[in-house]
């Protein structure tokens, strides 16, 4: 499949013999599966340079797409689809991935993708709906609820993926109402000030910052796409930290209170950023 003209010469000959060639191609192949969802994304992206045969190549690849969905529906029948889901290509990655990566979005939306990714999003957990929702209250209002179920204290809680996602959620919603009470909306005024000995909620902010930088640090998150933010959000808030650090050991008083203001202008653009993270 790497020569894109036999895969074009193999698209031509199956527009002239009702897609026979494309079949016996990819069900003759080691993992006609994966073959089929290779297949299917490969067209479609020749469909944007080979502006001739647009049509045609794009049907070829929805015609990929529609084996590849009813030939993992087959094999799911016979075997479990958390085996074919998981199982590698040769680049050692996983199927499920494959379809990520060439967007089969057919195929993962099919009942049998759909049902696995439901059993491993929730895992052993077998709560309904609406306790789960209760749960992610519970997580916002009542922060030591969040901390039992995110820490590993002896439970499996902490391992289930839509727990792990509720609580990262959980701390980013703690992360955002802490920006906005240190720069947006204080307590208490932060520009004029008698000492920069940090506020309650400060010492808030700064824990919760070093949580984020230790969490980067040992499972560094993808930069692509919009993955940069995340990256913005905590280089903003370490810099308005340092800025305030630098403030109450170096600087005159005279000049805190346009220190403040530089600093709560990085918190305010952190905030910002989160915003739209979340």
């Not at 889901?85 to 049998?112: G, P, W, Y």
Request: net charge neutral.
């Amino acid at each position: 499949m790497d020569d894109k003209r036999f895969v074009y010469n193999l698209m031509v000959c199956s527009k002239n013999h009702n897609n026979i060639p494309i079949e016996e191609f990819v069900l003759v192949s080691p993992a006609p599966v994966d073959t089929a969802a290779k297949l299917s994304n490969i067209y479609i992206i020749l469909s944007t340079k080979e502006k001739e045969r647009a049509k045609d190549l794009i049907a070829a690849g929805k015609q990929c797409e529609a084996m590849a969905t009813e030939l993992l529906a087959l094999a799911a029948g016979a075997e479990s689809a958390g085996h074919i889901l998981t199982a590698t290509d040769n680049r050692n990655i996983e199927f499920l991935d494959v379809l990520i990566e060439n967007e089969q979005k057919e195929v993962i939306a099919h009942t049998v993708v759909q049902r696995y990714l439901q059993e491993l999003w929730r895992g052993s957990l077998k709560w309904t709906g609406i306790k789960i929702m209760f749960l992610f209250f519970a997580f916002i209002v009542c922060p030591p609820v969040w901390m039992v179920f995110s820490l590993p204290l002896g439970h499996r809680y902490n391992k289930i993926p839509i727990i792990k996602f509720m609580s990262y959620l959980t701390s980013h919603i703690y992360l955002m109402v802490l920006l906005a009470l240190v720069a947006i909306t204080p307590i208490y005024n932060s520009i004029f000030r008698d000492s920069l000995i940090p506020r309650w909620y400060e010492w808030m902010l700064l824990i919760c910052l070093s949580g984020l930088l230790l969490f980067e640090l040992t499972n560094p998150s993808d930069k692509s796409g919009l993955g940069w933010i995340k990256i913005a959000v905590l280089l903003c808030g370490m810099i308005g930290v340092a800025t305030h650090v630098v403030g109450w050991i170096f600087v005159l008083p005279k000049y805190w209170p346009t220190l403040m203001y530089c600093r709560n202008q990085c918190f305010a653009l952190s905030f910002l950023l989160a915003c739209v993270q979340y």
